[in-house]
């Protein structure tokens, strides 16, 4: 079964492309039945098509597609979700066996419609500035603002808060000066002080008899309640917010010597979501947060202004004895909660060498669908290009976004919804498909996205709901739809529509095993046990993976009960532990080494990406150049590290270039700029020209490190290995150089593995 040829068509991955047809005999498979969705996944061959949806009666809505029975005589077609009979809308009266619209083909299992209504209000960006940086930090920051206001489309709407030891809301309507409304930072407000202070909200209409060249700002006002004075198109406000930026300074506010600049990034966030969910409720908007240090004061503090006082660390934060962290995420999920309920996404781009708070802040970012990035300093180019990649377009000039997203499940009455994990939160629709079982997001059919990309990928978790006395009939159908409505970047409402078929078959059928997609299962049991290790302590996610693997092994291994020696996995299912065993060292689940900010980006990183991308970021990809041939894979092992070849590690995150010992010695000497070394030369070139494509296409942009074998940042690269030549090991394949670890070794790991699964208990 070709996995990636249903996944460029559909953009879904199922962890089981044949499901058992009890529920008992699901349990047993370990995995759960479960899908990754690529909700806007790129599909150049297939545009949207110009029409509406043809929906099932009410409460089922589920959306016309080739799995429905027709009646092309009598004009109806029968839902294969609730069985109930439809008639075709009268636009459809000339359909028949030989002409039937797109969404009956095969080819169109995912098809997007475009919708009749329009958004009112274009999509809205306000842009929320820390002004406690360092001069370079804050020239740098406002020239990649000032660029991105022409990356912007005309008419998008935009707003600026500016924020230090105040927070000061502009008002981008006022051209004779630059005009701001100050609140204090120490003060948390809630919408109605915001309304009341800025004369916005539902209140505000327009004034009878007013004269008629206000009549096109009345309709603004109308639709923006007010807010037109402090978020205006671009075209309409350039020349002043660039000058307002361009003037910027840093925040007046002195800062002794042993105290760190009192910052307010909670109370700026509480006035940047409660102006735009007055002014513009569930229509498409990003608050973009530019921060360069940690919150200091007022709601949503992270750290003391004092400098004795360290930022909190994992172990503070297990041991709760960091006081600010449980009250600064209640307050920051509260916030999270409104923005996404109204529609509006929360970016966060972080320029500092030391914390800012994303460990606090990351329900903002990851229950709205927003991006997180984490960048040392805002003059780097990590964060000038990935700011930039927010704004890619398409061939059609439109941004690469969709907002205000709403996903909603529909499933045939044998399987039951259990959950999402994902940039998404519940849109608390409890339907007769919503399992009592919660993995991730539960109790619910429908979960809303207040923004999406083409990369924006979903893990969506299900059950079989079917008892033993009821047995399937083999070769029925397991039907699941995901019905997407957006909100595009051109104003249009969308809806992207998939519908997915799986067969029954017995719990002992090989055919279970052969549709096994380890690589889809693998992402998806990652989210899992990344969701669960929010909660609970490491040490029992890592037990309940292995648990959850040995089970695995048992039920699909050849073996002969406890003869150790006969363990064999199918090649559907034999890189499925290597997986697992990076997925244990991982700093998804191993926090040693990484801050609680880091940790927060890098988990929300892997519950947004595709299969490929999170597998990436699980285990790396390996890359040898040698000047015996061409480049090629190589295993993610201390063998590889030999002194005569350039290794490229890709891990996502960051992408390496490591130098042989001998190669660094040539290079050193120059022999690469003589002419007859010209192999050298090249062979030196290789490396960099791939590591720049993978650089081209990759958001957030990964860390680019160049370095030596024994320098002090082949660190990066030791740190991913499977240490088979360590300290304490000898080599088992030969060459390669020593990793000083006490990490258990891939080889020990999998005999550990193999003597368990054959003892027949887990």
């Given at each position: 079964?070709?996995?990636?040829?249903?996944?460029?068509?559909?953009?879904?991955?199922?962890?089981?492309?044949?499901?058992?047809?009890?529920?008992?005999?699901?349990?047993?498979?370990?995995?759960?039945?479960?899908?990754?969705?690529?909700?806007?996944?790129?599909?150049?061959?297939?545009?949207?098509?110009?029409?509406?949806?043809?929906?099932?009666?009410?409460?089922?809505?589920?959306v016309l597609n080739p799995y429905c029975q027709i009646d092309?005589?009598?004009?109806?077609?029968?839902?294969?979700?609730?069985?109930?009979?439809?008639?075709?809308?009268?636009?459809?009266?000339?359909?028949?066996?030989?002409?039937?619209?797109?969404?009956?083909?095969?080819?169109?299992?995912?098809?997007?419609?475009?919708?009749?209504?329009?958004?009112?209000?274009?999509?809205?960006?306000?842009?929320?500035?820390?002004?406690?940086?360092?001069?370079?930090?804050?020239?740098?920051?406002?020239?990649?603002?000032?660029?991105?206001?022409?990356?912007?489309?005309?008419?998008?709407?935009?707003?600026?808060?500016?924020?230090?030891?105040?927070?000061?809301?502009?008002?981008?309507?006022?051209?004779?000066?630059?005009?701001?409304?100050?609140?204090?930072?120490?003060?948390?407000?809630?919408?109605?002080?915001?309304?009341?202070?800025?004369?916005?909200?539902?209140?505000?209409?327009?004034?009878?008899?007013?004269?008629?060249?206000?009549?096109?700002?009345?309709?603004?006002?109308?639709?923006?309640?007010?807010?037109?004075?402090?978020?205006?198109?671009?075209?309409?406000?350039?020349?002043?917010?660039?000058?307002?930026?361009?003037?910027?300074?840093?925040?007046?506010?002195?800062?002794?010597?042993?105290?760190?600049?009192?910052?307010?990034?909670?109370?700026?966030?509480?006035?940047?979501?409660?102006?735009?969910?007055?002014?513009?409720?569930?229509?498409?908007?990003?608050?973009?947060?530019f921060c360069g240090g940690p919150a200091t004061q007022g709601?949503?503090?992270?750290?003391?202004?004092?400098?004795?006082?360290?930022?909190?660390?994992?172990?503070?934060?297990?041991?709760?004895?960091?006081?600010?962290?449980?009250?600064?995420?209640?307050?920051?999920?509260?916030?999270?909660?409104?923005?996404?309920?109204?529609?509006?996404?929360?970016?966060?781009?972080?320029?500092?060498?030391?914390?800012?708070?994303?460990?606090?802040?990351?329900?903002?970012?990851?229950?709205?669908?927003?991006?997180?990035?984490?960048?040392?300093?805002?003059?780097?180019?990590?964060?000038?290009?990935?700011?930039?990649?927010?704004?890619?377009?398409?061939?059609?000039?439109?941004?690469?976004?969709?907002?205000?997203?709403?996903?909603?499940?529909?499933?045939?009455?044998?399987?039951?919804?259990?959950?999402?994990?994902?940039?998404?939160?519940?849109?608390?629709?409890?339907?007769?498909?919503?399992?009592?079982?919660?993995?991730?997001?539960?109790?619910?059919?429908?979960?809303?996205?207040?923004?999406?990309?083409?990369?924006?990928?979903?893990?969506?978790?299900?059950?079989?709901?079917?008892?033993?006395?009821?047995?399937?009939?083999?070769?029925?159908?397991?039907?699941?739809?995901?019905?997407?409505?957006?909100?595009?970047?051109?104003?249009?409402?969308?809806?992207?529509?998939?519908?997915?078929?799986?067969?029954?078959?017995?719990?002992?059928?090989?055919?279970?095993?052969?549709?096994?997609?380890?690589?889809?299962?693998?992402?998806?049991?990652?989210?899992?046990?990344?969701?669960?290790?929010?909660?609970?302590?490491?040490a029992d996610v890592l037990r309940w993976l292995d648990r959850?693997?040995?089970?695995?092994?048992?039920?699909?291994?050849?073996?002969?009960?406890?003869?150790?020696?006969?363990?064999?996995?199918?090649?559907?299912?034999?890189?499925?532990?290597?997986?697992?065993?990076?997925?244990?060292?991982?700093?998804?689940?191993?926090?040693?080494?990484?801050?609680?900010?880091?940790?927060?980006?890098?988990?929300?990183?892997?519950?947004?990406?595709?299969?490929?991308?999170?597998?990436?970021?699980?285990?790396?990809?390996?890359?040898?150049?040698?000047?015996?041939?061409?480049?090629?894979?190589?295993?993610?092992?201390?063998?590889?590290?030999?002194?005569?070849?350039?290794?490229?590690?890709?891990?996502?995150?960051?992408?390496?270039?490591?130098?042989?010992?001998?190669?660094?010695?040539?290079?050193?000497?120059?022999?690469?700029?003589?002419?007859?070394?010209?192999?050298?030369?090249?062979?030196?070139?290789?490396?960099?020209?791939?590591?720049?494509?993978?650089?081209?296409?990759?958001?957030?942009?990964?860390?680019?490190?160049?370095?030596?074998?024994?320098?002090?940042?082949?660190?990066?690269?030791?740190?991913?290995?499977?240490?088979?030549?360590?300290?304490?090991?000898?080599?088992?394949?030969?060459?390669?150089?020593?990793?000083?670890?006490?990490?258990?070794?891939?080889?020990?790991?999998?005999?550990?593995?193999?003597?368990?699964?054959?003892?027949?208990?887990?």
């Open positions: 079964m070709d996995f990636e040829a249903i996944e460029d068509q559909d953009g879904v991955r199922c962890s089981w492309n044949v499901l058992p047809n009890t529920r008992i005999e699901a349990t047993r498979c370990v995995v759960p039945v479960s899908t990754l969705y690529t909700v806007l996944k790129d599909r150049p061959n297939v545009p949207p098509v110009m029409y509406e949806p043809v929906m099932c009666k009410a409460p089922c809505r589920a092309v005589r009598g004009k109806l077609w029968i839902c294969p979700f609730c069985l109930q009979r439809n008639q075709f809308p009268p636009h459809y009266r000339d359909i028949a066996a030989h002409n039937l619209p797109p969404e009956l083909h095969q080819q169109y299992t995912t098809i997007e419609y475009t919708m009749a209504r329009q958004s009112p209000v274009p999509p809205v960006f306000m842009f929320v500035v820390d002004t406690c940086l360092e001069e370079d930090e804050l020239k740098a920051l406002k020239d990649s603002l000032i660029l991105a206001l022409s990356l912007l489309p005309p008419n998008a709407l935009v707003g600026l808060i500016t924020y230090g030891t105040m927070v000061q809301l502009h008002e981008l309507g006022y051209q004779e000066c630059a005009k701001s409304y100050v609140f204090r930072g120490s003060k948390d407000y809630n919408v109605k002080q915001i309304q009341e202070m800025l004369g916005i909200g539902s209140g505000v209409r327009n004034q009878p008899g007013a004269a008629p060249q206000q009549q096109q700002q009345q309709h603004m006002a109308q639709q923006t309640y007010g807010a037109e004075r402090f978020v205006q198109p671009v075209e309409q406000c350039e020349f002043t917010l660039t000058s307002i930026l361009e003037q910027l300074q840093r925040d007046p506010w002195p800062v002794a010597s042993d105290r760190r600049a009192l910052r307010s990034t909670g109370a700026a966030m509480a006035v940047a979501v409660g102006v735009l969910e007055t002014a513009f409720p569930n229509a498409g908007g990003r608050v973009m947060l709601p949503g503090m992270v750290v003391g202004p004092e400098l004795k006082e360290p930022m909190r660390s994992h172990h503070d934060i297990e041991k709760e004895s960091d006081r600010h962290y449980r009250k600064a995420v209640k307050f920051f999920e509260a916030l999270a909660k409104r923005a996404a309920n109204a529609g509006h996404a929360v970016d966060i781009f972080s320029g500092c060498l030391d914390q800012v708070g994303l460990a606090e802040m990351k329900s903002l970012v990851n229950w709205t669908g927003g991006h997180m990035v984490l960048t040392d300093s805002f003059v780097t180019a990590i964060f000038k290009q990935s700011f930039q990649r927010v704004f890619e377009k398409d061939e059609q000039d439109q941004l690469m976004m969709g907002f205000n997203a709403m996903i909603e499940v529909q499933t045939t009455k044998e399987l039951k919804v259990c959950g999402l994990i994902g940039p998404g939160i519940s849109a608390v629709k409890k339907t007769a498909i919503v399992s009592d079982t919660e993995i991730g997001v539960g109790g619910t059919s429908a979960w809303r996205l207040a923004a999406i990309n083409p990369r924006t990928t979903v893990g969506m978790y299900f059950e079989v709901a079917n008892q033993q006395s009821q047995a399937l009939q083999p070769g029925s159908h397991a039907l699941v739809q995901f019905a997407t409505t957006y909100q595009h970047a051109s104003g249009q409402y969308r809806m992207r529509v998939t519908t997915i078929a799986r067969n029954w078959a017995e719990g002992a059928s090989p055919e279970i095993a052969a549709s096994f997609d380890q690589e889809a299962a693998a992402t998806l049991m990652s989210r899992i046990a990344v969701f669960k290790s929010e909660v609970d302590e490491t959850m693997l040995i089970r695995l092994c048992q039920k699909f291994g050849d073996y002969r009960r406890d003869d150790q020696a006969s363990f064999r996995l199918g090649p559907g299912f034999s890189i499925y532990p290597q997986f697992m065993y990076y997925l244990r060292r991982s700093q998804f689940l191993q926090v040693f080494n990484s801050s609680p900010d880091e940790t927060a980006f890098y988990r929300h990183c892997l519950f947004r990406e595709d299969t490929n991308n999170s597998l990436t970021m699980i285990q790396p990809s390996l890359s040898s150049f040698g000047l015996d041939g061409p480049s090629a894979p190589v295993v993610l092992d201390s063998a590889s590290m030999k002194p005569d070849v350039i290794l490229l590690l890709d891990s996502f995150f960051h992408i390496l270039i490591w130098h042989g010992e001998n190669i660094a010695e040539w290079r050193k000497a120059g022999y690469h700029e003589q002419p007859e070394y010209e192999n050298l030369r090249l062979l030196l070139e290789a490396p960099v020209q791939e590591a720049q494509n993978l650089l081209v296409e990759r958001m957030p942009v990964p860390r680019y490190i160049v370095c030596d074998q024994n320098g002090s940042q082949a660190r990066f690269l030791v740190s991913k290995l499977n240490p088979s030549t360590s300290y304490n090991s000898a080599n088992q394949y030969g060459g390669g150089e020593a990793v000083l670890t006490d990490d258990v070794n891939l080889h020990s790991f999998l005999t550990a593995l193999s003597s368990l699964a054959v003892k027949g208990t887990s």
